[in-house]
């Protein structure tokens, strides 16, 4: 059966049933009150307020909301406040002054802590030395380093001084930090000489200075040593050292610039798993804000918590959840440099027990390596410390879901499954911990005050068990402001499709279709680009993947369509599997299309199925469908720079050669 839109539909998504959270959980959490959803109804949009008045303002905001020039929302946009103040200042105040802000845990077992005073002692200098340098409020400066202390100190060294950062993954090539630097008319960099992946070192400098040969601007740059005497670099023109700088500015303290809340504090590229990277403009007021309340309501983060987002900086994961929001609310984060398997794959469940992590937050795709590794390296750890566990950046199935729960969570702690977009600025949709039941496999509600409809193509909201496009109805204060390509392009990418300007109604399209069941809870079923027609059915890939990962045995799958004379499109399965499974198994095929016939049904079994030791991936860890369809369909690949995994893809190709 397909549903009226279109969509496949004679099955219900696969989700597990209600769960409530951990009573021991429920009574301290930070929000309980099931009426907050109908206070932030009535009391729209002023019940964000109450996310506003977790920050401290120098000057403060008398409108909530500016709707004037949808879709430019304006939010608290007469208040002022600077963001570094925000996560740093006024905790000396509150007499927080040696509780640590920062524990790094380095690649080679290095450990450094910074308490609220150092990072006070730090950002300030180096925002006197990038004063010295130039940089004026507005101006944007480019951070291109890895998961050292000096990246956040960079950034909230920035923001002291209001001049916007745009930080580029480290893993990115000199070509990409080249492209971002030009597009953002970027002369200000901050960088490294190097730093280490897995066991090897690796020269950060020489691609920063291949990317400045490139830019059309003359760029400043600062080049913090990282490495010493194992990788050395000598310094060119308009090249400082950050020690040097930091100890020509030592003592010195910058007064923090008071921002307009709709000042820029920060510029970020989407990772371009679907094409163009895509320069998202955040503000000052309304995404700390909503950062800052997502992470109280949501990751329940207290003040004595030690909190760990395990993802890099240098996506919007790491920007809200490992530096703004846990240091607006004073809390410990923790930060860590490598991999999750270096030099063992205990890695993670060490730095858990070691810190007595309360709060631990992770993707999907790192819990699916965990689950193929097996629980005897979580189990060989105390992990009593964890209070919550949470997931961003895919879907996660119910099966990796419940190996969280069990063997990370001990059954003790509530999953929050946190959708959002670098776009979104903070999560969007989850259940609320304390309030909300969990159901495996669903991400849960639309946040309180945030309207998510699941909408048709003439963007009607469709019935329950139908899926269609996820939008959002009402505008929220973390909300990306524009692309700094230009409105134009803003305006066209996410919010032509479902508006209607005539009337002033203005709808948020997310680019995901999704389904939304009895209970109100939404499963994301795939990028609305990734959607596979087949004879008319349309399916969501990450549903099917989503089936075929919930098979024993199953570590990660991609399915992709192919063009075929016959249907149209062809679907394709790429799977990898746990260690110790037969990859030959033609039983595994068989169990995986049976998964997907209940799952789904006939008509979303595929094709084919290649084993492959593993899938291509981006440098944020999501799976490279655009290339593995590009791969089935035979067709030219064009630039696999963006992968972290490169030389997969030849022999993928190889094997599909053979077939
Ligand atoms: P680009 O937009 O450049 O292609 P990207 O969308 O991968 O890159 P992000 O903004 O980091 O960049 O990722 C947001 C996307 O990640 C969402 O649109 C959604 O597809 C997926 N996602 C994030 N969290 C979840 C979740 N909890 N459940 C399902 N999907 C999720
Ligand atoms: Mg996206």
Not at 171 to 181: K, Q
Not at 209 to 216: K, P, S, T
Not at 497 to 520: H, K, L, Q, V
Request: proline letters at 5%.
């Amino acid at each position: 059966m397909v549903d009226r839109n279109g969509w496949a539909r004679d099955h219900p998504v696969l989700t597990g049933s209600l769960r409530r959270p951990p009573a021991a959980f429920l009574e301290q959490a930070n929000v309980t009150d099931s009426d907050i959803y109908d206070e932030f109804d009535e009391r729209w949009p002023e019940c964000w307020e109450r996310a506003a008045d977790l920050l401290s303002w120098d000057q403060p905001y008398e409108t909530v909301l500016e709707d004037e020039d949808a879709p430019f929302y304006r939010w608290f946009a007469d208040g002022q406040l600077n963001a570094a103040e925000n996560c740093i200042d006024r905790h000396l105040e509150d007499g927080r002054k040696t509780h640590t802000a920062i524990r790094w845990e380095g690649k080679h077992g290095e450990r450094e802590t910074y308490t609220y005073r150092d990072l006070y002692v730090a950002t300030n200098e180096f925002a006197a030395a990038l004063r010295e340098l130039g940089v004026e409020a507005d101006d944007v400066v480019t951070i291109y380093l890895p998961m050292i202390p000096e990246l956040p100190i960079a950034m909230l060294a920035c923001a002291r001084i209001g001049a916007p950062h745009s930080v580029v993954f480290a893993g990115l090539s000199a070509d990409a930090l080249a492209t971002r630097m030009d597009a953002a008319d970027s002369e200000y960099l901050v960088t490294c000489d190097g730093y280490y992946r897995r066991g090897d070192a690796f020269n950060q400098k020489s691609k920063a200075d291949n990317a400045r040969l490139e830019v059309d601007q003359d760029v400043r740059t600062v080049v913090v040593d990282r490495l010493g005497e194992e990788m050395p670099h000598v310094l060119g023109d308009d090249e400082h050292d950050y020690h040097d700088l930091r100890r020509r500015f030592a003592g010195e303290t910058v007064e923090p610039v008071s921002r307009d809340a709709e000042d820029m504090l920060f510029l970020m590229y989407t990772s371009g798993t679907t094409g163009e990277p895509k320069g998202v403009v955040h503000t000052t007021g309304g995404y700390l804000s909503h950062v800052a309340w997502t992470t109280q309501a949501v990751l329940d983060v207290k003040p004595e918590d030690t909190y760990w987002c395990a993802a890099d900086i240098g996506w919007i994961t790491g920007h809200s959840y490992i530096v703004y929001g846990p240091l607006a609310l004073g809390t410990t984060t923790v930060m860590y440099e490598g991999t999750p398997d270096y030099p063992d794959r205990d890695r993670l469940w060490e730095i858990v027990d070691r810190n007595a992590v309360d709060i631990f937050y992770t993707a999907p795709t790192a819990i699916r390596a965990f689950m193929k590794w097996g629980e005897s390296y979580p189990n060989e750890h105390d992990l009593s410390s964890l209070r919550l566990l949470g997931t961003v950046g895919e879907p996660i199935s119910p099966r990796p879901w419940q190996w969280y729960y069990e063997h990370v969570g001990d059954e003790a702690c509530p999953i929050v499954d946190t959708w959002w977009q670098t776009e979104t600025g903070a999560v969007t949709i989850s259940t609320l911990p304390g309030v909300d039941e969990m159901k495996p496999g669903a991400a849960g509600p639309g946040l309180p005050g945030i309207d998510v409809q699941i909408v048709d193509d003439d963007g009607r909201e469709v019935e329950a068990g139908d899926s269609g496009y996820l939008t959002i109805a009402e505008p929220w204060p973390g909300m990306a402001r524009t692309l700094y390509s230009g409105d134009d392009r803003f305006r066209e990418e996410y919010w032509e499709r479902f508006s209607n300007p005539e009337e002033d109604e203005w709808r948020y399209g997310s680019g995901d279709a999704a389904t939304i069941d009895d209970d109100g809870y939404i499963t994301v079923l795939g990028r609305v680009d990734d959607v596979i027609n087949v004879s008319g059915h349309r399916l969501g890939t990450m549903e099917i993947e989503s089936a075929i990962t919930d098979v024993d045995g199953v570590a990660e799958a991609a399915v992709v369509g192919r063009s075929s004379e016959s249907n149209g499109t062809d679907i394709h399965a790429y799977v990898s599997t746990e260690g110790g499974y037969n990859v030959d198994d033609s039983d595994m095929s068989e169990t995986i299309e049976r998964s997907i016939e209940t799952a789904i049904g006939p008509m979303a079994t595929p094709k084919s199925i290649l084993f492959t030791p593993e899938l291509p991936k981006t440098r944020s860890g999501k799976i490279m469908r655009r290339l593995l369809e590009a791969v089935a369909n035979g067709e030219e690949l064009g630039d696999t720079s963006a992968l972290r995994n490169p030389e997969i893809v030849g022999e993928i190709q190889a094997e599909i050669r053979e077939e």
